[in-house]
C-alpha cells in the first residue's frame, strides 16, 4: 500500500492516490486536513473502497500523514537554502563594496534582515 498526492493548481486541492499491488484509487482533497486522526473506516471507505478494516485504516493513516511530513521538511529545507543563498549573497556584495572588510555591525545587520525576510515569504 502507497499514497501520492498531485497538487491541482488551479483548483488548489489534491489528487490523492491509494496505490495497492499494482491498482491505484484516487480521491479528490478540495481542503485536505493535515491530520485525519479522527476519522473513521467508514468515511476513508467511503473515499476509498479497498479500505475495508481497522487494520488498513491504521496504515493508510500512517501513509497519509506522511505525505505532509515531507512537504513540510522539504519546505523547510527550500528556506534554508534560500536563506543561506540571500546571506552569502548580500555578505559577498558588502565586502565588495567594502574593500573585503565587512563589520561585525554590518554583519549583524546583514543576518537580521534576511532573518526578517525568510519569516516573511515562510508566512
Do not use: C
Not at 489534491?14 to 491498482?23: C, P
Amino acid at each position: 500500500m502507497k499514497l501520492e498526492k498531485i497538487e491541482d493548481v488551479v483548483n488548489g486541492g489534491y489528487d490523492i492516490f491509494l496505490t495497492i499491488g499494482n491498482i491505484s484509487y484516487g480521491s479528490y482533497w478540495s481542503s485536505p486536513p493535515k491530520s485525519i486522526e479522527h476519522v473513521g473506516l467508514e468515511y476513508v471507505n467511503g473515499r476509498y473502497i479497498k479500505i475495508k478494516n481497522e487494520k488498513q485504516l491504521k496504515k493508510f493513516k500512517e501513509l497519509y500523514k506522511k505525505l505532509w511530513i515531507k512537504e513540510k521538511h522539504l519546505h523547510e529545507e527550500s528556506i534554508e537554502i534560500i536563506k543561506k543563498a540571500l546571506l552569502h549573497y548580500i555578505l559577498d556584495k558588502t565586502a565588495e563594496k567594502n574593500k573585503g572588510v565587512i563589520t561585525k555591525e554590518e554583519f549583524k545587520n546583514i543576518y537580521e534582515t534576511v532573518n526578517e525576510a525568510m519569516i516573511e515569504i515562510n508566512n
